[in-house]
T-cell receptor
């Protein structure tokens, strides 16, 4: 079945460092890919998405490119801030077996940014 | 964009009692509501999908008699954890549209 694998955390960076969180997926169809962010004590917020190969999603300085050839959707940011400290989830949405769409989440990567 | 309001944000209850969690879709007609559970340091796992005016569909391994879901209108879906036990302690999150909107979550602690 479909799955999402993302790098284990926690990831600890200093402010203004470059961030990469790796995410790879397996899917039988042509999924849409997402990154969500979860701040402490809060629900998920959609950070960015890409719906087809070679699309680049971007938001708040974060970006990720849908790479079909490597089945990857790595999250990057050029200069992180303390306020970026959160848990980041990679996810895919694909046609489920019953005909409806299902969203499958990776395990999440916790990011700590030090001042 | 749509706003999803989940209530309560956190709740502590005694073992054996029931807890109701409400999920309101304030400006989005939610014909479907997805209910997730998230254990500490783990990812979200889909528990069930509720459909307005009909029975919910539960994922494998989720007890439908323990996690009662009601979706009576396009703006409100509720999840009731019946006869709660400490192992039910978790973060519960609802979503009317999985690729866009999520509630802020309800942290349930059963003591």
């Amino acid at each position: 079945g479909d799955s999402v694998t993302q790098m284990e955390g926690p990831v600890t960076l200093s402010e203004e460092a470059f961030l990469t969180i790796n995410c790879t997926y397996t899917a039988t169809g042509y999924p849409s890919l997402f990154w969500y962010v979860q701040y402490p004590g809060e629900g998920l917020q959609l950070l960015l998405k890409a719906t087809k190969a070679d699309d680049k999603g971007s938001n708040k300085g974060f970006e990720a490119t849908y790479r079909k050839e490597t089945t990857s959707f790595h999250l990057e940011k050029g200069s992180v801030q303390v306020s970026d400290s959160a848990v980041y989830f990679c996810a895919l949405s694909d046609q489920g077996g019953t005909g409806g769409f299902k969203t499958i989440f990776g395990a999440g990567t916790r990011l700590f940014v030090k001042a | 964009g749509a706003v999803v309001s989940q209530h309560p944000s956190w709740v502590i209850c005694k073992s054996g009692t029931s807890v109701k969690i409400e999920c309101r879709s304030l400006d989005f007609q939610a014909t479907t509501m997805f209910w997730y559970r998230q254990f500490p340091k783990q990812s979200l796992m889909l528990m069930a999908t509720s459909n307005e005016g009909s029975k919910a569909t539960y994922e494998q391994g989720v007890e439908k008699d323990k996690f009662l879901i009601n979706h009576a209108s396009l703006t409100l879906s509720t999840l009731t954890v019946t006869s709660a036990h400490p192992e039910d302690s978790s973060f519960y999150i609802c979503s009317p549209k999985q690729d866009a909107f999520f509630g802020q979550g309800t942290r349930l602690t059963v003591v």
